[in-house]
T-cell receptor
Framework: EAGVTQFPSHSVIEKGQTVTLRCDPI?????LYWYRRVMGKEIKFLLH????????ESGMPNNRFLAERTGGTYSTLKVQPAELEDSGVYFC?????????????FGEGSWLTVV | AQRVTQPEKLLSVFKGAPVELKCNYS??????LFWYVQYSRQRLQLLLR??SRESIKGFTADLNKGETSFHLKKPFAQEEDSAMYYC??????????FGTGTRLTVIP
């Protein structure tokens, strides 16, 4: 069974440019999450999709970040325009259902460097 | 407010020595706690969760509500245990709060 896959694995862009990160969750997982870890800080929750709907986007830092999950399958996270402080690792995760006992599976992360 | 605290960023122990990675949490409700591990060049993966009360790869963690702790322990560290360890608290159905992580190095 394929795990959560993320693309690209690494991206270097200039300040002001746009980057789009993609996440393919495990097949059949309705729940999709985005997290990020900036240098030296903890991994922080960004948002949670249930199928194509945003269940919780309280962690999105500002309106330069836009997440979509059209069709309830893969998701994209776009940063436009990128700023230096956006550099970090962006993790995608998925789970089959909610509630205690379910496991959240993580992707390998997309490393973003804004220069 | 920081909900999960891992006081040690780096921890080094010798092979065969006991290891304890500390985690304290702040939450007034009924907590659900996890340890995640990230080995070199691998993805973040679940190591264990408190509700399962399981031992994985020789690691155990006991939830101490009085001390609001969920320390990860192993009696005899192995070289393959070297990795980044994250303690996480789940609040509600979906939101995981992570600590800053502890990098464990097991010295041969």
């Amino acid at each position: 069974e394929a795990g959560v896959t993320q693309f690209p694995s690494h991206s270097v862009i200039e300040k002001g440019q746009t980057v789009t990160l993609r996440c393919d969750p495990i097949s059949g997982h309705d729940n999709l999450y985005w997290y990020r870890r900036v240098m030296g800080k903890e991994i922080k929750f960004l948002l949670h999709f249930v199928k194509e709907s945003k269940q919780d986007e309280s962690g999105m830092p500002n309106n330069r970040f836009l997440a979509e999950r059209t069709g309830g399958t893969y998701s994209t996270l776009k940063v436009q325009p990128a700023e230096l402080e956006d550099s970090g690792v962006y993790f995608c995760a998925s789970s089959q259902d909610l509630g205690k006992g379910n496991t959240i599976y993580f992707g390998e992360g997309s490393w973003l460097t804004v220069v | 407010a920081q909900r999960v605290t891992q006081p040690e960023k780096l921890l080094s122990v010798f092979k065969g020595a006991p290891v304890e990675l500390k985690c304290n949490y702040s939450y007034s409700g009924s907590p659900e706690l996890f340890w995640y591990v990230q080995y070199s060049r691998q993805r973040l993966q679940l190591l264990l969760r408190h509700i399962s009360r399981e031992s994985i790869k020789g690691f155990t963690a006991d939830l101490n509500k009085g001390e609001t702790s969920f320390h990860l322990k192993k009696p005899f560290a192995q070289e393959e245990d070297s990795a980044m360890y994250y303690c996480a608290l789940r609040i509600g159905a979906n939101n995981l709060f992570f600590g800053t992580g502890t990098r464990l190095t097991v010295i041969p």
